[in-house]
């Protein structure tokens, strides 16, 4: 929104949606005044009625209610930034819709990747990222050719558990406590059991068809260098920027065109005076090994992946589990589903139903633990 606001001669904003509304989307909505507003919970829909009245917009409800704003919204561009896996369906009617989708719902990209590209080839529109590290990747690539490409290197900002030797009896309050991103409750905890850098491996390779044997991970925890391109002639090319998220949001929506992102300065590398990068400890990290045995048993593995894990982080967070027990959940979840995992990801139908059954197995795996 203040990307949007900032550059308010190129930008109308159309319609938003929020799952549970509040006060900040409500002070968005007599700012930025769209003429569609979607509300996800449908007891938050008799407050918003009556500013539909006095405001004169139009107001939709509930999963279906956003698909039919989308479609009947007079956008160009669709800005999803919905967490988990609910941001799919959104995802791909953006697109059969004809509209560019600025993409900060990394699940989608990660279970239904293949068919998000080939919907957008189809209707001829494009998915430009939105996380940190795929936008720098993105930036980096711009001009070269498939050819140049050896390899991509995603950097990580470690989490807040970087100098902690063990992780038993971490607290939900303590993994929800990033050093330096402000994030939700669900990206946070991914980010502190590094399933986020797992998933943003997935992410990479679906987006930028790159092979993930060729896409590591690097501890950088500055987070300066949001991610870098490895060339063929032993090059390295890399995007450095404050760790701020106007920036890659900027940059997605005014792409190809870049426009100075609200509140974010040139860096002054003399105040930075150094960068520093340590490989990742994959034993404190298993998750990281576990996002790369996904890709390599490919089909719908990724997507039993992230249902699994909306599934764990939920528990964690009610602390019904504990936090190593996250990996242990994600684990079991994707060895109990082996031989449907080779479904074809290219079918709706098949990762919705890899979804529902990596669900209910998290979940019965999440009440043996209880027990
Ligand atoms: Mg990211």
Known sequence: MEVAAHRSSAFRIAGVSSYRGGVTFERIIREHRPGCVCIGAASEMSKLRKSASELGFRLYGGDDGLCDMICECPADTVVNAIVGMAGLRPALISLETGKNLVMANKESIVAAGDLLKRTAKANRVSIIPADSEHSAIFQCLQGRSAAEIAGITLTASGGPFLNRKNLRSVTPK?????????????????????????????????????????????????????????????????????????????????????????????????????????????????????????????????????????????????????????????????SSLDASLKADPGDIENITAADREARKKARNQIRKMRA
């Not at 409750?185 to 930028?208: C, H, Q, R, W, Y």
């Not at 090059?235 to 890659?248: G, K, N, T, V, Y």
């Open 174 to 334: 303590q993994a929800l406590a990033h050093p330096l991103w402000k994030m939700g409750p669900k990206v946070s905890i991914d980010s502190a059991t590094m399933m986020n850098k797992g998933f943003e491996i997935i992410e990479a390779s679906k987006l930028f068809d790159i092979a993930p044997d060729r896409i590591s991970v690097v501890i950088h925890k500055e987070c300066i260098i949001h991610s870098l391109v490895e060339l063929t002639d032993g090059s390295m090319i890399a995007q450095l920027a404050a760790p701020d998220m106007r920036l890659p949001v900027a940059y997605a929506m005014n792409y190809p065109n870049r426009i100075q992102a609200p509140g974010v300065n040139a860096l002054s590398l003399k105040e930075i005076n150094s960068l520093t990068f340590e490989a990742p400890d994959e034993r404190k990290y298993p998750c990281l090994e576990l996002a790369r045995l996904s890709m390599k048993i490919g089909g719908v593995a990724p997507a039993v992946l992230c249902a699994a894990d909306e599934v764990a982080v939920g528990a964690f967070l009610k602390t019904e589990i504990s936090f190593e027990n996250i990996y242990r959940v994600l684990e079991g979840t994707l």
